[in-house]
């Protein structure tokens, strides 16, 4: 994988636990990107300030992206490469796991994607991306995870990785693993194809 480049925190061993360490690991992370902000108390408010740790290469991230976009919110966008050894200092603080995103609403932090995005559309201001029908809004939520489990496996790290990625940044590709992505998609792609012609995401009619 290619390298971060322009990360703002300073790299250590990010090893902390507790509130008080998060809030501390916060306040490093947000003064990085603005010098001598610190996280508040209490519940955030739709005023404040919308930070978003991510990976330029991360579809993860891209996604949250597309959330800000669509909410037509603003967001400070701080390069953490989840690859990088050590990750940024206090990064695990706010990511247990060391994965991209991680989302910053003054003092609240969320990571995983489709919670990040939930947030994003039901606490914060702007047009609503879920449907209002219950039956739609499982089958969104079914779509979002049949393509974390089966879409992005096989056509991400396997096709997209090793056929565009790869060769783009000049790190070593593997054919016969994108051969086998390709051999292990049509199953999913087969069921979304199921899915999209009921008409309620995907192919919405109406």
Same mark, same amino acid.
């Given at each position: 994988?290619?390298?971060?480049?322009?990360?703002?925190?300073?790299?250590?061993?990010?090893?902390?636990?507790?509130?008080?360490?998060?809030?501390?690991?916060?306040?490093?992370?947000?003064?990085?990107?603005?010098?001598?902000?610190?996280?508040?108390?209490?519940?955030?408010? +739709?005023?404040?300030?919308?930070?978003?740790?991510?990976?330029?290469? +991360?579809?993860?991230?891209?996604?949250?992206?597309? @959330?800000?976009?669509?909410?037509?919110?603003?967001?400070?966008?701080? #390069? @953490?490469?989840?690859?990088?050894?050590?990750?940024?200092?206090?990064?695990?603080? &706010? +990511?247990?796991?060391?994965?991209?995103?991680?989302?910053?609403?003054?003092?609240?932090?969320? =990571? #995983?994607?489709?919670?990040?995005?939930? =947030?994003?559309?039901?606490?914060?201001?702007?047009?609503? &991306?879920?449907?209002?029908?219950?039956?739609?809004?499982?089958?969104?939520?079914? @779509?979002?995870?049949?393509?974390?489990?089966? @879409?992005?496996?096989?056509?991400?790290?396997?096709?997209?990785?090793?056929?565009?990625?790869?060769?783009? #940044?000049?790190?070593?590709?593997?054919?016969?693993?994108?051969?086998?992505?390709?051999?292990?998609?049509?199953?999913? &792609?087969?069921?979304?194809?199921?899915?999209?012609?009921?008409?309620?995401?995907?192919?919405?009619?109406?």
């Amino acid at each position: 994988q290619a390298s971060g480049a322009g990360r703002t925190a300073t790299s250590g061993t990010g090893d902390m636990d507790g509130p008080d360490d998060h809030a501390r690991a916060l306040a490093r992370m947000a003064d990085a990107v603005n010098p001598g902000c610190q996280p508040g108390k209490g519940i955030a408010s +739709s005023r404040m300030a919308l930070t978003l740790f991510g990976y330029r290469f +991360s579809i993860y991230t891209r996604v949250v992206r597309l @959330v800000l976009h669509e909410k037509r919110l603003r967001a400070t966008l701080v #390069e @953490v490469d989840p690859f990088a050894d050590p990750l940024p200092d206090g990064f695990l603080a &706010l +990511s247990p796991f060391g994965r991209v995103p991680v989302l910053a609403h003054g003092p609240f932090t969320l =990571y #995983e994607t489709a919670a990040i995005c939930r =947030y994003l559309d039901e606490a914060l201001p702007g047009p609503p &991306l879920q449907p209002a029908d219950p039956r739609d809004r499982a089958r969104m939520a079914q @779509v979002v995870q049949m393509a974390d489990a089966y @879409v992005y496996p096989p056509l991400v790290r396997g096709v997209y990785e090793h056929l565009v990625f790869s060769p783009a #940044e000049g790190t070593p590709a593997d054919p016969l693993v994108a051969a086998r992505g390709l051999a292990e998609a049509p199953p999913v &792609l087969a069921a979304l194809e199921v899915i999209a012609s009921e008409g309620r995401v995907l192919n919405r009619r109406g």
